[in-house]
């Protein structure tokens, strides 16, 4: 399923112009294993840390910044000042990405509101805007997070991590 992905974000980035290089491919490799919480770039960056030598924290920080541009990640503030990022759902190209994250594990739930849809043609009617994509993060804490219940999830680096050959 993860080489189907790297497959349609290489196709996306083919059809606008870009590679996906080796250090692109590793950072979505990143992300992809780490899909069930929102990842920092600097957590990104510790996996790469002496071992892709050409790979640097502003490399990191631009290739999130595409792969946002891109609609192939989203970005997130999850933690004041402490932007994370998460993978966009590439296989189904909808705008609509709705999604509770608690702000005390960094779990996320992906939900659907039915109230969004009038919203957007009320926007589209009455502004005369066309909504081309959005992002609905709603923060805040799980019931198992309020209290002593929640254990903090803290990113876990894979021990080996190999830059694809594509």
Same mark, same amino acid.
């Given at each position: ?24 491919a ?31 924290? !502003? ?6 910044? +595409? ?10 503030? &999850?933690? !004041? ?15 609509s ?15 659907? &509101?039915?109230?969004?849809?009038? +919203? ?11 909504i ?7 923060m ?14 803290? &990113? ?11």
């Amino acid at each position: 399923m993860m080489s189907e992905q790297i497959h349609i974000i290489k196709r996306k980035m083919f059809d606008q112009g870009y590679k996906l290089t080796p250090q692109r491919a590793a950072i979505i490799r990143v992300l992809l294993d780490h899909s069930d919480i929102p990842i920092s770039a600097e957590d990104i960056f510790m996996v790469f840390k002496g071992k892709l030598h050409k790979m640097g924290l !502003a490399t990191v920080y631009r290739t999130l910044e +595409l792969f946002c541009e891109m609609n192939i990640i989203h970005k997130v503030n &999850v933690e !004041a000042g402490m932007a994370r990022y998460t993978m966009s759902n590439i296989q189904n190209d909808s705008y609509s990405h709705e999604q509770l994250i608690c702000t005390a594990c960094g779990r996320k739930k992906k939900v659907k &509101v039915d109230w969004v849809k009038p +919203l957007e043609k009320r926007i589209e009617s009455e502004l005369g805007f066309t909504i081309t994509d959005y992002q609905l993060d709603i923060m805040g804490l799980f019931t198992t997070c309020s209290g002593k219940g929640c254990i903090k999830k803290k &990113v876990s680096t894979p021990s080996r991590l190999s830059v694809p050959s594509l």
